[in-house]
């Protein structure tokens, strides 16, 4: 357990110093070549359960999440890093998103990325069981086509499709939502609440299930 655990600290800690790395070297080049970029954000943040994209994969336990992003115009590179604080599950997405419609009240984008996902997992049915570390790989893809009724609210929907490589874990997974997105709500002072709720439907494997979630930010 030990030594899954520290190679485990090892993945997140190279990530970790590749985000740093990645950052720096930007901010270091010269100033004509800087120009070349639109944007550049990023954010490291706790939540209370490791939400998910998939609110069914969440990982219902405090966790870390680590979002960078860095494009040119409508194309972006956004590497999406959440892991548990116990040290026991990780996800990595690299994504790339492109804006296909930005301009007027209808929006349109559009994404793909390669993924992998980490858990570390013990037999619960055996004494002497060791811990094991098992990697989960996926390519998806996502659309996002939505509507400005507002400055603040917007409407929409979001598909995202992911297939699995591995042949002992999900091979076909899709995720459709329609969802409402209310923002710069005023709480008090400088404090603003953005509530994001949504229907979702999940097919993993032809199991499917139709749920409601809601998700506030402050």
Known sequence: MKNVTTSFHAIKGLAIIMLLHFSGTIYSQNTDST?????FAGSIG???????????????KPAAIILVSVGKNRLSFEPDIRFSLD?????????WRYKILMNGKFRLNAGGHPAINIAIETDSAKESAKAVMVAQRFFGGEVVPYYLLSKNISVGVYYLYAYGLQEDGPRNVHFL????NFSNIRISGQLYLQWIPQFYYLNIDKKDGVYFTSRNTC
């Open 35 to 39: 120009k070349q970029l639109t944007h």
């Open 46 to 60: 706790i939540t209370n359960n490791g939400i998910s994209v998939v609110p069914t994969f969440s990982f219902d």
């Open 177 to 180: 939502t329609v969802n409402t």
């Open 87 to 95: 040290a026991k599950r990780t996800g990595v997405a690299l994504w």
